[in-house]
């Protein structure tokens, strides 16, 4: 009888601590092709790899310029974005480097035709004096890096999109966007009117980090600790190998120019 009722106690015990599996909600972007799903992927796998069940509530159609905001609201639980010393003061953030130096390869979306126009240039001097203007939203670090080189900008309050047919009209005085190595592929694709210039690579030595609203700080550490397993045990590197590289193959990267950007002192 005794040992009946030690196995029924043993078995309630394993079932409860069952139960007991440390489970993380949070309210995350759902992006336009599902762009989300490189970052949404790494931090499900990294967290069930460490036991913790992540649920995600996708929020979808956020104006760009009030994910920010919402974030410090607790209306966004967790975001990713290139990280900024003004980021880092505001908002909690998990310090891992989410892409391994991806994004902080730039190349420039032209005008469909202009493709070529920056085939000369071989140095910051040359495409300096080019006095070409590029666009960029309002936040981005890029404005700080293009200023600090001496680069010509145009930055976009409110909605960043809309400098897509502003570049393709040709009409507005900007030249080009600038935008990262995983995401310039898809949207040359969707915008007509814009093409992918075909020479250069601009390089800074940022990357995108996830930061987290008030509510979920809590979670840092648990966070970070599976990132860190994660690049450990090579899953962030076959989660890029399946999700990012692939955006990158027609772009000849080891073919451009390199220009390295001079960073700014902060």
């Known amino acids: 009888m005794w040992r009946r009722i030690l196995l029924s106690l043993f078995l309630l015990n394993v079932w409860a601590c069952a139960q007991a599996k440390d489970v993380i909600t949070l309210r995350v972007m759902a992006l336009p092709e599902n ?74 979306l032209v005008k469909k035709g202009n493709e070529n126009a920056f085939a000369g240039v071989r140095s910051l001097d040359d495409f300096r004096r080019t006095g070409t203007v590029g666009g960029m939203g309002a936040g981005w670090y890029d404005v700080e890096v293009w200023q600090r080189n001496s680069l010509r900008t145009y930055v976009k309050t409110g909605d960043w999109r809309q400098l897509f047919p502003m570049v393709a009209s040709g009409e507005r005085g900007i030249d080009y966007i600038v935008r990262g190595v995983t995401e310039i592929s898809s949207e040359a694709r ?11 690579l601009l390089t800074h030595d940022r990357d995108m980090r ?30 890029i190998a399946e999700y990012l590289l692939p955006e990158l193959r027609d772009l000849n990267l080891e073919k451009r120019q390199k220009l390295k950007l001079v960073m700014p002192p902060h």
């Open 35 to 108: 762009r989300q799903i490189y970052y949404t992927k790494l931090l499900e796998q990294a967290l069930r790899a460490e036991g913790v069940e992540l649920h995600l509530n996708y929020l979808t159609g956020i104006p760009q310029p009030r994910i920010w905001d919402m974030v410090g609201k607790n209306e966004i639980s967790l975001v990713w974005g290139v990280q900024t010393s003004a980021r880092d003061r505001e908002y909690a953030f998990i310090d891992n480097q989410l892409t391994n130096g991806l994004i902080g390869q730039r190349i420039l």
């Open 190 to 200: 969707n915008y007509q009117g814009l093409g992918i210039e075909a020479n250069l």
């Open 210 to 239: 996830f930061y987290l609203s008030p509510d979920s700080a809590r979670h840092k550490a648990i966070i970070e600790n599976a990132l860190i397993q994660a690049d450990r045990n090579g899953l962030k590197k076959k989660l």
